[in-house]
């Protein structure tokens, strides 16, 4: 399937396609076909902007401290240094998916029938002409903090595990882009959260692609999966480590959806995620771990990441 996208890509047909997080399953439909599936999308910011309030399910801490304390081990055993712990969470809200992805404020949105609907904030890689750039998220922090720009810049945890996210990513694009460099490194983005505001920190990334690279697009995006903001490093152990202590699918969840308009492709990592599971609604959310994590503070996050914007 991923051979369709350099198809497209060469013939300059515009097309959408989305992921699973392991990059073993993937869709691709030309834009022109939409009107005869259920699915939407939307780059941008919408106009509007709109707060939901949802009633939240999430296991009990001792559960969650469980999987943090045996990632720990892993940690300590040189088995993975930076790994995305997701759960997921059972939700009420009265809105319907595509109510949902109407009334959601984010840059990137995918609903997928009567399936699961994506609002994330975070890119995953953009190609312009020949350059390829990707945008690791790592680091958050309630904007409502005294000083808080200055508090997650200035974490020492946050900041080792931003790090090697950089290094991570900087390794996946030298895979298949030359002359890597890191364009920004730690700047920060507001993005609302139902509620309250958070302060995210994030990184630019690029690198220089082959001239044709459109007859290898799909290459390309296999070759980066799964991302490595959501899956950790080193990338093939940590997977293994996730999908033995998560305990759960996590389906398309963290998978990667993407627009190529005919000349440039833009894309994005499926956080921020809501899943229709028989009538009811699960959210997945997670976040990074180090050997500098606490439990408690990475527990709280993974519920604050759990909001309509």
């Known amino acids: ?80 240094y930076l790994l995305n712990l997701t759960q997921p969470t059972p939700i009420k809200s009265p809105l319907t998916l595509k109510e949902i992805f109407k009334r959601a404020n984010a840059p990137y949105k995918l609903r997928v029938k009567d399936q699961f609907v994506c609002f994330s904030p975070e890119r995953f890689i953009q190609i312009e002409d020949n350059r390829i750039s990707t945008y690791p998220m790592k680091g958050t922090i309630d904007a409502s903090m005294e000083h808080a720009e200055a508090k997650i810049l200035a974490n020492e945890k946050e900041m080792a595990e931003h790090v090697m996210a950089v290094d991570l990513l900087r390794n996946d694009l030298g895979i298949i882009a030359t002359n890597i460099r890191v364009e920004k490194f730690r700047y920060i983005d507001t993005i609302n959260a139902g509620k309250k505001q958070l302060l995210q920190v994030s990184s630019k990334i690029s690198g220089v692609l082959a001239q044709n690279w459109k007859e290898h697009l799909g290459e390309i995006v296999a070759a980066l999966l799964p991302a490595g903001s959501i899956s950790g490093t080193p990338k093939k152990r940590t997977v293994e480590i996730i999908k033995d202590i998560e305990e759960y699918e996590r389906g398309y969840f963290t998978g990667v959806f993407g627009v190529f308009d005919g000349n440039a492709l833009d894309s994005a990592v499926m956080i921020r995620f809501i899943e229709k599971q028989n009538d009811q609604y699960v959210y997945k959310s997670g976040g990074g771990i180090t050997l500098e994590s606490s439990a408690l503070s990475e527990y709280q996050e993974m519920i604050d990441k759990i909001y309509i914007p």
């Open 1 to 80: 399937m991923y051979k369709k996208l350099s198809e497209l890509a060469s013939a300059g047909i515009p097309f959408l396609f989305f992921t699973n997080f392991d990059g073993s399953q993937i869709h691709c439909y030309r834009l022109d076909e939409l009107q005869h599936e259920d699915i939407e999308f939307q780059f941008g910011h919408p106009f509007a902007k709109h707060t939901e309030v949802i009633k939240k399910y999430p296991i009990n801490f001792q559960h969650y401290q469980k999987k943090f304390d045996q990632i720990i081990e892993h940690i300590k055993s040189g088995d993975t």
